[in-house]
């Protein structure tokens, strides 16, 4: 697929470089990625939840207000990790099925280098912990020889060493498609959690890449799977948020809406979205204790990834080296209204605990969510909570879908502390913000293929410089859900109903819809997203009917 003048903005590297790092030291970097996290889930974006580390990297670096994501768990991790949009890269649905189409195959092609790979090349060490969740091949747990293959698994794409899980949910206490580099393996400890072996088993690396006497600067990809469902939180994690949701979930959003406005993250004149009109008022809800019980435990998950991001930054502080290491903090998606039920049993679903209990599979008013034999989520009206202000959530293309909270902490680099970045940021702009730090060239050329040219823009310039408005346009698209950011306006649609258009500058939160004051406007950014869909390879939803409907396959395009 060649890339196309029109949507590549990328300035060549050496031309954006102002870092302040040490003159031939490139930092170590580490990403850190949470997933399902809404937006005004940590405390420094202005939730109730303690985040004391992530709070501490806010303070001492930046935030960004306006990051971007690509709405859902896959599409994001394969444009992170290519600096491409999930289509080109054949990854424009989930790592589950390939539909038969380029962009569409489930897998990330070999078109694409990933940021492990062009950073190994240039001699980082490379190391990932956690969920990798863009590939469909799952070796012996996928019980068919068609998805055998460890082709696409983490130490195929650039990595030195892996310790995580190649799917993209399971339980916390026993994760399905767990492993360790190329091997599967078992939780090793009766008291195994997954997040804390996440974060556990990266500072494990880290220690051992300084003890080895390696020079060369390591990049770190920790990729969580909290505060994802199930529900599974420690007892003790749980006990600290005991009555802080008592309130419900309307005192809650109003709660966060102010502390919001507070530190800055939002205008004063920001007004609070309607409530989700599947959601009843809290006081006509009639599940009170469970549903406050599951954003306990939310919070706990979230409070325990916390922690362990701590750990992490305390070995950087004992090896000496967290001055010169680049932190970026995200999530992959918005706040998840996805309710359980029986029906989601599935390979990823044991119907029993290590210890031979069965395990409820639902979100049942009669069972209490956080033991090993739960698996249940938090349901619509937290959802909306976690991201507040917003409407809509992960699937979807508003803002309540695609907005992430970002912290980038880098002391050697970075002299701003506690400041706020207004510039539309995407997922894709990581791969180029990377390699402009650490001093390397984007290759045209991997393993010997040509590779596509990234479509994002390093940020190392406006973290010197502020700026409202971004050169060049945006777009996404996930289950036909889809949008285009061009300077202020934003062009979206949920699938199968009409464009809305949004002044991003004035109205955030997508409530005063100026599509019928404005047709010509909706036009030109109906046309430029349409020219882009085309060239991105995204088709009509569901894509995978159209591909059967039309007898699609790779050379049809």
């Known amino acids: 697929m060649a890339g196309w003048a029109r949507f590549s903005f990328l300035v ?24 399902d996290m809404g937006f005004s889930d940590p405390g420094c974006y202005g939730s109730e939840i303690q985040t004391p580390n992530l709070d501490r990297l806010a303070e001492n670096g930046l935030r960004f207000s306006r990051f971007y994501n690509g709405a859902r768990c896959c599409p994001t991790r394969a444009s992170l990790l290519t600096g491409l949009y999930a289509h080109q890269v054949g990854v424009g649905y989930m790592a589950d099925n390939d539909w038969g189409h380029e962009s569409y195959r489930g897998d990330l092609d070999d078109q694409c280098v990933t940021m492990a790979e062009a950073l190994g090349s240039s001699g980082y060490a490379t190391y990932m912990t956690g969920k990798w969740h863009v590939t469909r091949h799952l070796g012996h747990w996928s019980g068919d020889s068609a998805r055998m293959s460890k082709e696409n698994w983490p130490l195929r794409r650039g990595f030195d060493r892996f310790y995580g899980t190649i799917i993209g949910a399971g339980s916390y206490y026993d994760p399905v498609t767990l ?22 088993q990266m500072v494990v690396f880290i220690n051992e890449h300084i003890k080895s006497g390696n020079k060369n600067p390591f990049f770190a990809y920790v990729a969580h799977v909290a505060p994802h469902w199930p529900l599974h939180a420690l007892p003790e994690d749980i006990e600290r948020y005991e009555g802080v949701y008592d309130k419900g979930w309307d005192e809650i959003r109003r709660e966060r ?77 918005g706040g998840c209204a996805e309710i359980l039920t029986d029906g989601w049993r599935g390979m990823f679903i044991a119907r029993e605990t290590r210890d031979g209990r069965q395990v409820h599979v639902g979100n049942d008013p009669s069972v209490l969510p956080g033991p090993e ?41 970075i002299k701003a502390k506690g400041e706020w970045r207004r510039y539309p940021s995407h997922i894709i702009d990581l791969m180029p913000t990377f390699l402009d730090v650490a001093g390397v060239e984007y290759p045209e050329r991997f393993n010997g293929k040509e590779i596509l040219p ?41 699938h199968n109903r009409d464009w809305a258009l949004f002044d991003m500058l004035i109205d955030r939160t997508e409530t005063t819809d100026l599509s019928d004051e404005m047709p010509e406007k909706v036009a030109e950014l109906k046309t430029m997203y349409e020219e882009w869909a085309e060239w991105a390879g995204v088709l009509p939803w569901p894509a995978y009917k159209y591909i059967q409907d039309n007898k699609l396959d790779e050379d049809a395009r």
């Open 454 to 494: 990234p479509e994002g823009q390093s940020l190392i310039p406006v973290i010197k410089q502020d700026r409202v408005e971004r050169d060049g346009p945006l777009f996404w698209e996930h289950e036909g859900n889809r949008a285009v950011l061009s300077g202020k306006w934003k062009l979206v649609q949920r």
């Open 12 to 35: 060549p590297l050496g031309l954006l470089s102002c870092s302040a790092a040490p003159e031939n030291e490139p930092p170590n970097i580490i990403l850190i990625m949470a997933d």
């Open 179 to 200: 492993v360790r580099d190329n091997e599967p393996v078992e939780p090793e400890e009766d008291n195994f959690y997954y997040t804390d072996a996440i974060n556990d």
């Open 373 to 413: 034999n739960t698996y249940q989520s938090y349901g619509v009206g937290w959802a909306n909570v976690s991201n507040t202000p917003f409407r809509l959530y992960k699937h979807f293309a508003h803002e309540g879908g695609i907005s992430t909270p970002m912290i980038m902490h880098w002391p050697g680099g």
């Open 257 to 333: 809406l102010e502390k919001m406005k507070r530190i800055g993250l939002l205008d004063e004149d920001t007004e609070l979205t309607p409530r989700d009109p599947g959601v009843p008022p809290w006081e006509e809800e009639k599940n009170k204790a469970w549903m406050v019980r599951a954003m306990e435990v939310y919070a706990a998950q979230i409070e325990r990834m916390d922690k362990g991001i701590g750990r992490i930054i305390e070995a950087l502080e004992k090896n000496h080296i967290l001055e010169n290491t680049l932190i970026v903090f995200l999530s992959d998606n």
